[in-house]
């Protein structure tokens, strides 16, 4: 078997913890030269020694533009290009309708849509044609959980994103999808209560929560040939939770 992104370079922001360090690992072990981001330093060393010797890792928040100048500069003098974007950063907060604050919801939006759009843009000069884009959106794009509005917001967004660009980057065979997760076991979802998580388990048709290592080889399939006439689409990575 050869390797599907044998020689390729690829961004993952998000790629300290759950899915984006599952996928950066799957990404190196498939001949890709993987780019992380995250906000946390240790976690970020640490989950470099994860993936080995064909990954650079670069501290940086996405919410800061400035930061992801930093980013796109070090791609540049390393690498020269982006062949795979995975716009993965995102933070999952849930708070009642009712008890939203600004404050909730400028730090989601800040994160997982302004922080999510500029990691795109700011890229786009590095990404030649026929590059492939994959953006994390999430099961609550189309489901309405209590509490979770803002976040489900967020992702309605990213899901939009996905549409909008497919259209604005088709000349440039650049394709762009949306990897919508249903429960997940990461450290993100580990946030979640046990009585919660019994009954979001018992929505899911297959039972249980998901695994990174299962959103990272549909993101492989996104990022690679594999799905060389897929773009604009939503893959759901979810049990079935949103599906029935």
């Known amino acids: 078997m050869g390797q599907k992104l044998a020689g390729k370079v690829a961004v993952v922001t998000g790629g300290n913890s759950g899915i984006g360090l599952a996928t950066a690992r799957q990404f190196a072990a498939e001949g890709a030269h993987v ?20 990954v650079t890792a670069v501290q940086g928040d996405v919410a800061k533009l400035a930061d992801l100048d930093r980013l796109y500069a070090e791609v540049k003098r390393q690498k020269g290009r982006i062949d795979v974007l995975f716009a993965n950063a995102g ?34 000069p590095l990404i030649p044609d026929g590059g492939s884009i994959i953006l994390t959106s999430s099961v609550v794009s189309l489901k309405g959980f209590g509490a979770s509005s803002v976040y489900s917001a967020t992702k309605a967004a990213v899901r939009s994103f996905a549409r909008c660009w497919t259209t604005d980057l088709k000349d440039r065979k650049i394709r762009v999808n949306a990897l919508s997760p249903g429960p997940i076991k990461t450290p993100m979802g580990d946030q979640i209560p046990e009585e919660v998580a019994e009954h979001i388990t018992a929505s899911v048709p297959m039972g249980r929560f998901g695994t990174a290592d299962e959103i990272a080889k549909a993101a492989l399939f996104l990022a690679s040939d594999d799905s060389s006439y897929i773009t604009g689409a939503e893959l759901f990575v979810d049990g079935g939770a949103g599906q029935v």
């Open 35 to 54: 780019f992380i981001t995250g906000r946390r330093q240790s976690e970020l060393d640490a989950a470099a020694k994860q993936i080995g010797p064909s």
């Open 91 to 124: 933070v999952l907060e849930n708070v009642p309708f009712g008890s939203i604050t600004e404050e909730h919801f400028d730090k989601l939006f800040n994160i997982n849509v302004k922080g999510l759009l500029f990691t795109v843009q700011k890229a786009l």
